[in-house]
């Protein structure tokens, strides 16, 4: 932008000596003002932290223990104490860190991807294909999230692609139906209808006008999908649909197998319990702070 | 303006003709049989043409149709019935390419500066993008061009960068007009350019259109509600009422002759900026609402409404023979059985504002008493 031939008596004025700002770096401007985003930002970062240096910050490895030291309570030695196996407890709240990073993000992807793609279909052509996918669509919402991933991974099997499969499907009719909505409210907003006047393809409105203005809901609910799907994955952990081999560390899974021992050892309820809270709770903020700094009507 | 301002029908092929147009929304029932249970009639029939470099002011009441026949023009919707000959090419009958060559040479400016600019590009896109679109030049060649424009339409090309939040009302829909200009349209249809605006700006927008009309020999059709904006800027100007043009004249005419009873009650409410005639006139207010244009009233579509028709003692023919459009004096033409009647009428003198004849003799010899509640201010000098 660096423009010479302005003459100095005008680049003076701080308006033209501001430099542009886009869309983007104006929102994220924004975010940073917002404090609860921040502190989901800062919740996000420990979780993406763990999971990556797990190896290195865990004190024990997650999958060894012995007996002898079983459902101990919290000491100097075992932060979180230890589970029925004599366990660490610290360590596989660490490494389940892992496993829900990477189902939350995968399967989030996966759900965008999909749901983006029906959603485009349905409202850039419309007509006789948006009714056919956006019924498709109602029964896939008429089911009960958790129940529809039981019924995926008990049909496909045990095993974490399937859990992140699953969850996705979980996820895709919202998305669909996001994308498909600031599409049609789209299709008739004037800067479309300008540039359909001017001659623009049904491609070309689609690319690039209608889908950049229609990102930002979809970024808002991934980040908030975020939360649900890690919640889902330790929910069908929970209900025994987790990770084929049962010693993984997986924060659901982990706390299934602390429920005989509730009485005798509740701290093994409780850490993998907050962790999920915690990370939850993150991308909450942080979805919301998205939401406001991104979306213009929010603007304060 | 390079149109003469007495009406008169162009001599000169018309740059746009438009014959007898329908535009009929359907109106559909049913969830998965769709039944055709009616239509909204928003342009039932109208017929009209425009010259090079004239300007065909537009106005009515909303939803009366007009932005519906700006659109149906370019060819944003399709017309049920009717054509629309531009440069003596039938656009109704062009094929996809044939469409897009024709939308070469006729642009769109919009009404809501905020909603016309996406919000994702910057200025320099904007004005580029029918540039891109219809591959006019080279790369290199376009950024010149668009930091021409948008110098022409008076922004600092340094701006190419910056986005649409980062400007002020006028100043997009100065983006808007130089995206309008990029592809040097012979035709702009200007769909209410102004009314979104602060009243401050708006001369700046009418001031910058008649200035490039100067230079760039266009031809406006300038759509708006507000007559008073309307006819500073028109050569010629045609009023429309549920999808009808009810009176087409030339600016000046419609504005001191008004034949049909709609355009005088439309005049009679644009105030005048004169406190003696303010105080002596009387705004013909329209009983009830527009009727819905998917159900219009027979035979006049006014006459529900017409203050005349109460005046003459409700003649059966309003409402039993429709008024088509009659050419009462050159380039002057008016669709009402009774148009004779208006003319010279307490109420068109009243709504042109004409002052009171020679002397101004403080008792007026109006026909209807006066308001009672101004008190009469004596007239200094």
Redesign the interface.
């Known amino acids: 932008?660096a423009?010479p031939a302005?003459p100095a008596g005008r680049s003076a004025r701080p308006a033209?000596a501001r430099a542009?700002?886009?869309?983007w770096s104006?929102a994220f401007r924004r975010l940073l003002r917002n404090g609860p985003a921040l502190v989901g930002l800062f919740l996000i970062a420990l979780f993406v932290l763990t999971a990556a240096l797990a190896p290195v910050i865990a004190p024990y490895p997650p999958l060894a223990g012995s007996l002898a030291d079983r459902l101990q309570p919290p000491t100097a030695e075992h932060w979180m104490g230890t589970d029925m196996q004599g366990r660490d407890e610290f360590s596989r709240v660490i490494f389940g860190a892992q496993v829900s990073l990477v189902a939350g993000v995968v399967s989030v992807v996966m759900g965008v991807t999909i749901g983006g793609l029906i959603g485009a279909l349905a409202g850039g052509i419309g007509g006789k294909v948006d009714a056919v996918l956006m019924r498709v669509v109602d029964v896939m919402l008429s089911i009960p999230g958790i129940l529809l991933a039981i019924g995926i991974v008990a049909w496909l099997d045990r095993g974490l692609p399937q859990i992140m499969f699953a969850v996705a499907m979980v996820n895709v009719p919202i998305f669909a139906r996001i994308l498909r909505g600031s599409l049609l409210s789209l299709r008739e907003?004037?800067?479309v209808?300008?540039?359909?006047?001017?001659?623009?393809s049904r491609g070309?409105l689609l690319a690039?006008?209608m889908l950049?203005?229609s990102l930002t809901p979809l970024i808002v609910a991934a980040t908030l999908a975020l939360a649900t799907a890690i919640i889902d994955v330790a929910g069908l952990g929970f209900l025994g649909l987790g990770p084929p081999d049962p010693r993984t560390p997986e924060w659901g899974t982990m706390l299934t197998d602390s429920t005989k021992f509730l009485r005798q050892a509740p701290w093994l309820i409780i850490f993998p319990g907050v962790a999920i809270v915690i990370t939850a709770i993150g991308f909450n903020l942080l979805g919301d702070g998205l939401r406001e700094s991104l979306d213009?009507r929010m603007k304060r | 303006m390079t149109a003469s301002d007495s009406g008169a029908a162009p001599v000169v092929p018309a740059l746009l003709e438009v014959r007898d147009l329908k535009v009929h929304f359907p109106i559909r029932e049913g969830l998965i049989f769709e039944r055709h249970v009616g239509d909204i009639r928003a342009v039932d029939g109208i017929s009209f043409s425009m010259a090079r470099g004239e300007t065909l002011g537009l106005v009515g009441e909303s939803g009366c149709g007009k932005s519906t026949t700006g659109?149906a023009i370019?060819r944003?919707y399709d017309p049920t019935a009717g054509n629309v000959v531009f440069d003596g090419v039938d656009t109704t009958s062009l094929d996809r390419s044939g469409?897009?060559a024709m939308?070469?040479r006729m642009?769109?400016i919009?009404?809501?500066p905020y909603?016309?600019?996406?919000?994702?590009?910057?200025a320099g896109g904007i004005v580029a993008?029918?540039l891109d679109?219809?591959g006019v030049g080279a790369k290199r060649d376009r950024q010149d061009r668009v930091r021409e424009l948008l110098a022409t339409v008076g922004l600092?090309p340094?701006y190419a960068?910056?986005?649409p939040?980062?400007f002020s009302g006028g100043q997009r829909q100065r983006i808007?007009v130089a995206?309008a200009l990029a592809?040097e349209p012979d035709l702009i249809i200007a769909d209410e350019p102004i009314s979104a605006l602060d009243v401050s700006i708006q001369a700046q927008i009418i001031n910058l259109l008649e200035r490039l009309q100067g230079r760039l020999g266009l031809a406006y059709l300038f759509i708006a509600h507000d007559l008073s904006v309307v006819r500073h800027i028109s050569d010629r100007i045609a009023v429309m009422y549920l999808g009808r043009i009810v009176e087409v004249a030339g600016s000046k005419e419609l504005n001191t002759a008004p034949l049909h009873p709609y355009t005088v009650a439309l005049l009679s409410a644009i105030p005048i900026p004169d406190p003696v005639v303010e105080s002596r006139r009387r705004r013909i207010i329209l009983k009830g609402d527009v009727p819905s244009p998917a159900n219009p009233p027979t035979g006049c579509r006014f006459h529900t409404r017409c203050w005349l028709r109460e005046r003459l003692g409700d003649p059966e023919v309003c409402s039993a023979e429709d008024p088509g459009l009659r050419e009462l004096s050159p380039g002057h033409t008016v669709a009402c059985h009774f148009a004779e009647q208006v003319d010279g009428s307490a109420e068109q003198v009243q709504a042109v504002g004409a002052r009171p004849a020679a002397g101004a003799a403080p008792a007026a010899p109006a026909s209807r008493p006066e308001p009672p509640t101004h008190p009469q201010v004596p007239a200094s000098a």
């Open positions: 932008m423009a302005i033209e542009s700002r886009g869309l104006d907003a004037d800067y209808t300008a540039s359909r006047s001017v001659g623009a070309r690039r006008h950049p203005n213009p | 659109r370019i944003l469409l897009k939308r070469r642009q769109m919009f009404q809501d909603a016309s600019l996406d919000p994702r590009m910057t993008e029918p679109i219809h600092n340094d960068e910056r986005y939040h980062e808007g995206r592809l």
